[in-house]
């Protein structure tokens, strides 16, 4: 039976590296609490607890089916709450640029755990369901409209890109082959089609043999990395001095984005390095709190597999 989106279960979502995120945060009464990606709100709830019933959560999310979720979380957590629908970038920015400042943002990247457990969403490649991908269903195209209508360098340049996938050019060609016979409207079509086009020992390597071109589709339907790269300097305009911003992203390409930024907001000064002086006149933005990357130990990813692949990063404003 499917996970009806309007009765939320409570086992919908684990939240990863909770205390993690909870103690980097450091969330404290009266502070203005944004959480930018709030899926079934297993972080907002434990971030809204720490705010003791002063203070004030603002929830983000392009998904409509988190509504229920966050009206549950919005009637338990005793402060003021506010769900705003939309692209995490785009609302950020509205933010910011209307003045609303912030003590604490989380931004918990990648696909939420209720969202690859419902086959109708078409996330996942166990499940043979309608291909679909997008988060927000108002958004175009599809995965099927990328599959059906990109052409062959185009789809060879995203597996490889958001997908690291290596054997991108076959799998692109086989695809495109095979809708000039009948168009992709299944996960299943698909699986089907990069497993036919792969060389035998590929198929039962590291994991899941559509794994890769997956990721690389919904990277590329919902836009996000560019969505990451824009709501970064959006969060960082909205943090208050002092206040911290707590990244959790799940595989390489978000990780780089998200360590290049701060490590260039901590930077401050430009100049080359012959300057005698500074002429750029540049401050640190950010201060890191997060040398490395915080990893989910052995404990939690035994008991949240999902938990394997996070990495947290953290800083604050300066």
């Given at each position: 039976?499917?996970?009806?989106?309007?009765?939320?279960?409570e086992?919908?979502?684990?939240?990863?590296?909770?205390?993690?995120?909870?103690?980097?945060?450091?969330?404290?009464?009266?502070?203005?609490?944004?959480?930018?990606?709030?899926?079934?709100?297993?972080?907002?709830?434990?971030?809204?607890?720490?705010?003791?019933?002063?203070?004030?959560?603002?929830?983000?999310?392009?998904?409509?089916?988190?509504?229920?979720?966050?009206?549950?979380?919005?009637?338990?957590?005793?402060?003021?709450?506010?769900?705003?629908?939309?692209?995490?970038?785009?609302?950020?920015?509205?933010?910011?640029?209307?003045?609303?400042?912030?003590?604490?943002?989380?931004?918990?990247?990648?696909?939420?755990?209720?969202?690859?457990?419902?086959?109708?969403?078409?996330?996942?490649?166990?499940?043979?369901?309608?291909?679909?991908?997008?988060?927000?269903p108002?958004?175009?195209?599809?995965?099927?409209?990328?599959?059906?209508?990109?052409?062959?360098?185009?789809?060879?340049?995203?597996?490889?890109?958001?997908?690291?996938?290596?054997?991108?050019?076959?799998?692109?060609?086989?695809?495109?082959?095979?809708?000039?016979?009948?168009?992709?409207?299944?996960?299943?079509?698909?699986?089907?089609?990069?497993?036919?086009?792969?060389?035998?020992?590929?198929?039962?390597?590291d994991?899941?043999?559509?794994?890769?071109?997956?990721?690389?589709?919904?990277?590329?339907?919902?836009d996000?990395?560019?969505?990451?790269?824009?709501?970064?300097?959006?969060?960082?305009?909205?943090?208050?001095?002092?206040?911290?911003?707590?990244?959790?992203?799940?595989?390489s390409?978000?990780?780089?984005?998200?360590?290049?930024?701060l490590?260039?907001?901590?930077?401050?000064?430009?100049?080359?390095?012959?300057?005698?002086?500074?002429?750029?006149?540049r401050?640190?933005?950010?201060?890191v709190?997060?040398?490395?990357?915080?990893?989910?130990?052995?404990?939690?990813?035994?008991?949240?597999?999902?938990?394997?692949?996070?990495?947290?990063?953290?800083?604050?404003?300066?």
């Amino acid at each position: 039976m499917l996970p009806n989106a309007l009765q939320p279960n409570e086992t919908d979502h684990v939240p990863v590296l909770a205390e993690e995120v909870r103690a980097l945060l450091g969330v404290r009464p009266g502070d203005v609490v944004v959480d930018a990606t709030f899926g079934a709100g297993g972080h907002a709830e434990l971030l809204a607890a720490d705010l003791r019933g002063k203070g004030k959560l603002i929830a983000i999310d392009r998904d409509p089916t988190v509504r229920p979720y966050f009206e549950r979380l919005r009637r338990r957590v005793g402060v003021p709450a506010r769900f705003l629908r939309g692209d995490f970038s785009m609302v950020l920015g509205q933010l910011a640029a209307n003045g609303a400042r912030a003590d604490a943002i989380l931004l918990d990247l990648g696909v939420s755990s209720m969202q690859v457990d419902r086959p109708e969403r078409g996330f996942s490649y166990a499940v043979d369901a309608p291909l679909d991908m997008s988060m927000d269903p108002r958004s175009e195209p599809s995965a099927a409209g990328l599959v059906n209508e990109a052409s062959e360098r185009e789809l060879q340049t995203i597996f490889r890109r958001f997908g690291e996938e290596r054997y991108a050019r076959p799998i692109a060609r086989a695809i495109v082959r095979r809708r000039r016979e009948h168009p992709f409207e299944r996960t299943g079509e698909l699986v089907e089609t990069i497993k036919a086009a792969l060389p035998a020992p590929a198929r039962f390597g590291d994991g899941h043999p559509a794994k890769r071109v997956f990721q690389a589709l919904r990277i590329a339907v919902n836009d996000e990395l560019g969505e990451l790269e824009r709501a970064l300097p959006a969060a960082t305009e909205m943090l208050r001095p002092g206040g911290r911003l707590a990244v959790i992203s799940f595989h390489s390409l978000e990780d780089r984005i998200v360590k290049r930024f701060l490590r260039a907001q901590e930077r401050g000064c430009v100049c080359p390095p012959d300057f005698p002086v500074c002429a750029c006149g540049r401050e640190p933005v950010l201060r890191v709190l997060t040398r490395k990357a915080v990893r989910a130990g052995s404990r939690e990813t035994a008991l949240n597999p999902r938990a394997a692949s996070a990495r947290l990063r953290a800083a604050e404003r300066a």
